[in-house]
């Protein structure tokens, strides 16, 4: 069932409502990015049933996102939109929102309610790279480059990328990604962690299938509150964690036990 079909992005359910796919679907420009295609993103995550407990994004064609569309540094921008131009002369204030409304199509796909997959074959560079590191789990193609190239525009991540490669691959390689702007490819982004899995083009939609299968064998509530503790755990004392674990286990405990409110 298809919920969302607008500005490049499509959003579609399974029968059982507990798989949703988020598709990128303007392989004609690489699934290039666009504050319009932001939009749809962020309108996507609003619109999941609350059924869904994984949720893929994909590209069409063989690219998973070639980033930024350049259209968006030209003086005329998209059309109906400011241009970044137009935004920089701007007041601080609504630059500081009009990022932070840019952000809201990358902050949901952490939700403790999901996992999130990135399935990424082909390019993901840039804003596209951004949109996988917001994923939980990134299943690559053997032909997946992987490139942080705002630098080279004179720009910084802004998309909410840089904590999650942080935490994936370290400061040194963070660092050096980002301001070499130099791709990684599919084998080190597997060997970095990066990818979790990498497999040959053909065979990337029955793997992320068979992740997403492994994903719903386990009770739902007793995966989001394992999301959780490993989500959060990196701000975390091991006092503070072992406190946390305790707490989950019984919420888990009294659930099972039939006692939970």
């Not at 500005?7 to 359910?13: K, P």
């Amino acid at each position: 069932m298809t919920l969302l079909d607008k500005d490049g992005v499509r959003l579609a359910v399974d029968e059982a409502a507990t798989t949703a796919t988020v598709t990128l679907a303007n392989p004609a420009k690489r699934n290039a990015q666009s504050p319009a295609l932001w939009r749809a993103l962020a309108e996507a995550g609003r619109l999941l049933p609350g059924t869904v407990r994984v949720v893929v994004v994909r590209g069409e064609g063989k690219s998973f996102s070639a980033g930024l569309d350049r259209q968006a540094f030209t003086p005329e921008g998209f059309d109906g939109e400011p241009s970044f131009l137009d935004l920089a002369r701007g007041s601080e204030s609504d630059l500081d929102a009009a990022i932070a409304e840019y952000q809201e199509a990358f902050t949901w796909w952490r939700r403790n309610d999901i996992i999130s997959i990135a399935a990424v074959q082909g390019h993901a560079i840039g804003a596209g790279f951004q949109l996988a590191l917001a994923c939980d789990l990134r299943v690559c193609a053997d032909d997946a480059q992987f490139a942080m190239r705002e630098t080279s525009l004179g720009l910084v991540p802004d998309l909410t990328g840089t904590k999650p490669l942080l935490s994936l691959v370290g400061y040194a390689r963070a660092l050096e990604i980002c301001a070499t702007g130099r791709f990684v490819h599919a084998d080190e982004a597997e060997r970095t962690g990066l990818a979790n899995l990498v497999v040959p083009a053909a065979d990337l939609d029955a793997a992320v299938a068979d992740l997403a299968a492994a994903l719903l064998a386990a009770p739902r509530d007793a995966v989001i509150e394992t999301k959780a503790l490993l989500r959060d755990g990196g701000g975390r004392t091991y006092e503070q964690q072992h406190a946390a674990e305790r707490a989950a286990q019984g919420r888990r405990l009294r659930d099972l036990a039939g006692l939970s409110d």
